[in-house]
């Protein structure tokens, strides 16, 4: 059985049946998000349970979208406990999960299904489960700064984020370095959450990150500084270099516009993202430093929105993005709810990652109950037989074959399988619907992607540019009536 973190149980007690857990296992292999978050809550999750006797003996990323599903199964099943920790989806498989989000899915029926919310997981792991603290309390404010985007109140701006490199000043040696770097923990903070996500999808880096690195910032940047060196990795000087060359770029990029009386960024796309440490997300805030918000559309079926979270007096505070993505879902509706998607083309999205193997959890039937049994139009086709069955099939026995066959790997379906599933659908409207979220400071609509080229609109990426439009007119509406809410207060 799973085991979800309760949230009184959090507070008071840490993993409540930790001593049996550990007489069950000796070994455990934690599975981690691919960010700075993810990283330090692996640390974390890593030294309490060696503290009680689990030893950390792998670890692995686990990401939103078809990479989720194609992580490995813990090896030596039964012997070796897996751990999932700051993600927000749950699968049969893991023994501990832990997360700082309020709602889960992929979680079994009669498991506890309470997550302590914070700013960061690390926090949650470091400070409240453990009896002791584990990572120091200023390293777990800015690790948090950053997962949170709270960058106002640390009076970080855009220059500060988007730095490879910062002045160690004297002193060569780890000591010394250490000495001086915590006269300065933000730009550490800030330059190791940079060199993260621009090496993270090297080869097993951050896997390795985590079973080297000890629960510090200082030994996680010395870590990835020698990591990058041994692998030959892009220096932090050349990646400063590739970063300001692309900021150039996005200058005179004519998809990327700044609508200055709504304060706006509109950006198809983000550019050319060749070069070692080009891309960085708040690069449009620096360009136009007064942009209230920006909206990008991502060629591969993806929309986000966010405020600009570097100004000090944000106007436009009753703006509420997710309420602004609600309303432009709802527009679309109709559309959405037209278009189906089979569960052969689900499962084959699920499972069709590079790094996909035979080993991999796959798209399972729990992942499809988890995310689409209980949206609007449900999982169509599971309640009736289907045409041409034989007489006395039953419903059970047809959900049952769904389940079996949801539960090999798509590489290893016969064609009859994979008609099977061509007989089951979901809306396009509840797709978008489950794989969309936000809050009032960022958002997204997904899930485009399951549509295919020809998409609702026999136009794909058209029908994505539709909805970014319809999002851009209806952010403006919005700031037209929180602007003139203000001046009738005045």
């Not at 989000?101 to 919310?117: C, N």
């Not at 997300?281 to 991502?298: G, L, Q």
């Not at 058209?462 to 007119?473: A, Q, T, V, Y």
Request: charged share 30%; aromatic share 10%.
């Amino acid at each position: 059985m799973s085991y979800i973190l309760p949230r009184k149980l959090l507070v008071e007690t840490g993993i409540r049946n930790i001593r049996e857990l550990s007489k069950r296992y000796d070994k455990a292999k934690i599975y981690f998000h691919q960010d700075l978050d993810g990283v330090t809550t692996a640390l974390a999750m890593k030294k309490y349970l060696e503290d009680n006797g689990i030893k950390v003996v792998d670890a692995e990323i686990i990401q939103y979208g078809d990479m989720e599903f194609s992580v490995k199964k813990a090896s030596a099943k039964g012997d070796i406990m897996p751990v999932l920790v700051d993600f927000a989806h749950g699968k049969p498989m893991f023994v501990v999960h832990t997360d700082h989000h309020d709602t889960q899915v992929g979680v079994e029926k009669d498991t506890a299904k309470s997550f302590r919310s914070s700013r960061s997981n690390v926090e949650t792991i470091s400070q409240v489960i453990s009896p002791s603290e584990i990572f120091p309390s200023d390293d777990i404010r800015m690790i948090s700064t950053v997962d949170s985007a709270d960058f106002v109140r640390m009076g970080v701006e855009p220059k500060d984020i988007m730095a490879y490199t910062f002045n160690l000043m004297q002193g060569n040696d780890e000591n010394d370095m250490g000495f001086n770097i915590t006269k300065n923990k933000k730009a550490l903070a800030l330059v190791t959450n940079k060199l993260l996500l621009a090496y993270k999808n090297k080869p097993n880096f951050l896997a390795r990150l985590v079973m080297d690195s000890t629960p510090s910032l200082i030994n996680i940047y010395t870590n990835i500084i020698k990591i990058a060196k041994e692998e030959g990795y892009a220096t932090p000087k050349e990646m400063d270099s590739n970063r300001e060359d692309y900021i150039r770029a996005q200058q005179a990029n004519d998809k990327s516009k700044y609508y200055e009386e709504d304060k706006i960024i509109v950006q198809y796309g983000a550019g050319s993202m060749f070069k070692a440490g080009s891309y960085d997300r708040y690069i449009p805030f620096k360009n136009y430093p007064e942009a209230d918000f920006i909206i990008t559309v991502w060629p591969l079926g993806l929309m986000q929105s966010s405020c600009n979270p570097f100004k000090k007096d944000r106007a436009l505070k009753g703006v509420n993005l997710g309420e602004v993505k609600d309303e432009v879902l709802a527009k679309f509706e109709g559309e959405l709810k037209e278009h189906k998607v089979s569960l052969n083309t689900i499962k084959y999205f699920g499972e069709k990652h590079k790094s996909f193997t035979e080993d991999s959890v796959g798209f399972m039937w729990s992942d499809l109950i988890a995310l689409y049994n209980d949206t609007d139009g449900g999982i169509q086709g599971l309640d009736q037989v289907p045409k041409g069955a034989p007489e006395g099939y039953t419903v059970e026995r047809w959900r049952d074959a769904i389940k079996t066959i949801m539960n090999k790997q798509y590489q290893d379906l016969t064609e009859r399988e994979k008609k099977a599933l061509y007989k089951i659908e979901i809306s396009g409207w509840d797709i978008v619907k489950a794989n969309s979220g936000g809050h009032k400071c960022i958002t997204n609509i997904s899930g485009l992607m399951y549509f295919g080229k020809d998409s609702v609109t026999k136009g794909g990426k058209e029908f994505l540019k539709r909805i970014g439009r319809e999002f851009f007119n209806t952010l403006k509406d919005k700031i037209k009536e929180d602007t003139s809410g203000e001046e009738s207060n005045t």
